[in-house]
T-cell receptor
Framework: GQSLEQPSEVTAVEGAIVQINCTYQ??????LSWYQQHDGGAPTFLSY????GLEETGRFSSFLSRSDSYGYLLLQELQMKDSASYFC?????????????FGRGTSLIVHP | DTGVSQDPRHKITKRGQNVTFRCDPI?????LYWYRQTLGQGPEFLTY????????KSRLLSDRFSAERPKGSFSTLEIQRTEQGDSAMYLC???????????FGQGTRLTVV
């Protein structure tokens, strides 16, 4: 089976940098993804790591360490619109199927 | 293409009734997923299709739940004899083999009264 752990809530001020950590357990690891979900909206893709290291996409970066079963999402220059839930999702092999399994999510609250 | 679409967006039903939801994936996507999400939780995997074949089903999916994807295009999720515990957002997502991401629809919010 697969399981993920991430903090339930993180707060920060506008313009700051915040890091959301994720640890996972899985068999047949393929990749770790991050999704953003605003209240009432659909999850939208932010980033994906299949190999160790840092992936940068604008203000968002994601890091993976496969040996530690650990990753994080780094959000820089925080804006009020970044207030949302952030989910890490691990894609593992299951009989040849590639199924993302999601964590419980981290609620990010950005204060002015 | 306008992305993944789900219908209806909202459904209120009485306990014991049957409900059916529809998902239209992005047209070239052969992978289709159903998830269930309750307030404050992440999406929980329900079932997975590759083309028309249902390859994976979660243990969460009791025998009251059934899903189909005829001809590998749209998919339906049916819940029979609904219970209050079935109240949730039902999300559909699709992807292609070359995608790193799953594309989600806006979901169907089910309320069982």
């Amino acid at each position: 089976g697969q399981s993920l752990e991430q903090p339930s809530e993180v707060t920060a001020v506008e313009g700051a940098i915040v890091q959301i950590n994720c640890t996972y357990q899985t068999s047949g690891f393929y990749g770790l993804s991050w999704y953003q979900q605003h209240d009432g909206g659909a999850p939208t893709f932010l980033s994906y790591n299949a190999l160790d290291g840092l992936e940068e996409t604008g203000r968002f970066s994601s890091f993976l360490s496969r040996s530690d079963s650990y990753g994080y999402l780094l959000l820089q220059e925080l804006q009020m619109k970044d207030s949302a839930s952030y989910f890490c999702a691990v894609t593992g092999a299951s009989g040849g199927s590639y199924i993302p399994t999601f964590g419980r999510g981290t609620s990010l609250i950005v204060h002015p | 293409d306008t992305g993944v679409s789900q219908d209806p967006r909202h459904k209120i039903t009485k306990r014991g009734q049957n409900v059916t939801f529809r998902c239209d994936p992005i047209s070239e996507h052969n992978r289709l997923y159903w998830y269930r999400q309750t307030l404050g939780q992440g999406p929980e995997f329900l079932t997975y299709f590759q083309n028309e074949a249902q390859l994976e089903k979660s243990r969460l999916l009791s025998d009251r739940f059934s899903a189909e994807r005829p001809k590998g295009s749209f998919s339906t999720l049916e819940i029979q004899r609904t219970e209050q515990g079935d109240s949730a957002m039902y999300l559909c997502a699709s992807s292609s083999p070359t995608d790193r991401e799953a594309f989600f629809g806006q979901g169907t919010r089910l309320t069982v009264v």
